[in-house]
Each structure stands twice: as C-alpha cells, then as structure tokens.
C-alpha cells in the first residue's frame, strides 16, 4: 500500500524529513532486525529474529551464547539495530549488555539488553519498503523454540518494567 509523501506502518507515522525519533516505534512482532556490532576488524551485522521492544528506549534481543556478535558486544557495546518492515526503516543506536545468562526460560540463548539512545527514521524521501526480512524455521521444533524464546524476553521485559508492548 503506497503512502505517498509519508511513510506509515500500523501505529508509525513519520513525515520523511523527520530524520529522529524521540522515541522506538512500536514493531511487528515477526520482524527481524539487523544487529551492527564492531570490534578491532571492523564491522558486522547479523540478522536477529527474536527481538521484544521493552519499553520506548530498549529492546530485548537474545542471542546464541557462541555468537561472535555477543563476544563483539561485550568488548565494544556501542550497536546498531536497524529495524525495516513494510512502510518503515529505522535504526537504533545504543549500548548493549548482557543480562541474562542464560535467559530463564530459554537457557540455550543469552538476553541481552540494547538501550537506546537515538533512533533515526532511515526512510528516504523517495522510498518505499514493501517488505522486511521473510524468516521462518525449517522444523515444527525451530518454531517453537523461537516463541519460547519470545515469551522470555517478554516476561524479562515485564519483571524489569512492568511493560508488556512488543
């Protein structure tokens, strides 16, 4: 669905010269955002399915505890965590750090806690998103897995914020 001079995603609004954000928008529960982390070699970015938006300034994400991009996070944990769904493009930018290890109710992943301190709207002007990443699992188990992942880092979000928007 076109939105001519705005972008526009669910509750999202944004004029495209807009370029900050005050606040992360709210974000489909199914979307897979792209970590940056950095160290001495320079840059990677990783795609990251199982993410759960704390509150307006942090994200949960979990990782695998063998993960080079955690082992990056705890060296260096200034990130960026782009976010792209169908109408909009931001990213977040941020400190990382582990806070759970492992997370109760998922003990195969490690939480980690990105706490935002500036989102930019990454929409161009003349741009339009159709679509974020497509993810999906190759088993029935897979699946469940993610989602038991998903309702940790919900109840870690809802113990340290009372918060419970994803």
């Known amino acids: 669905m076109p939105c001519g001079a705005r972008s526009c995603h669910g509750d999202i609004v944004t004029k495209p010269d ?4 005050g606040t992360l928008p709210t974000f489909p529960d199914d979307l897979v955002g792209v970590l940056a982390t950095a ?4 840059p990677t970015a990783i795609p990251v399915s199982a993410l759960w938006r704390a509150d307006d300034h942090r994200i949960l994400l979990a990782l695998a505890p063998g993960r080079r991009s955690l082992a990056r996070l705890r060296e260096q ?13 931001v990213t977040a930018h941020g400190e990382a750090r582990v ?5 109760i109710g998922a003990e195969f992943v490690v939480a980690v806690e990105l706490r935002v301190a500036d989102v930019s709207d990454t929409l ?10 497509r993810w999906g699992w190759r088993d029935e188990s897979s699946a469940e897995r993610h989602a038991q992942v998903r309702a940790a880092l919900a109840s870690l979000a809802n113990a340290s914020s009372g918060n419970s928007t994803s």
């Open 77 to 89: 944990p200034a990130v960026a965590l782009a976010l792209v769904a169908e109408g909009f493009s």
């Open 124 to 133: 161009g002007v003349r741009t339009l998103v159709h679509a974020g990443i």
């Open 18 to 21: 807009a370029r900050r954000m």
């Open 39 to 42: 160290d001495a070699t320079g």
């Open 99 to 103: 806070i759970a290890e492992p997370l």
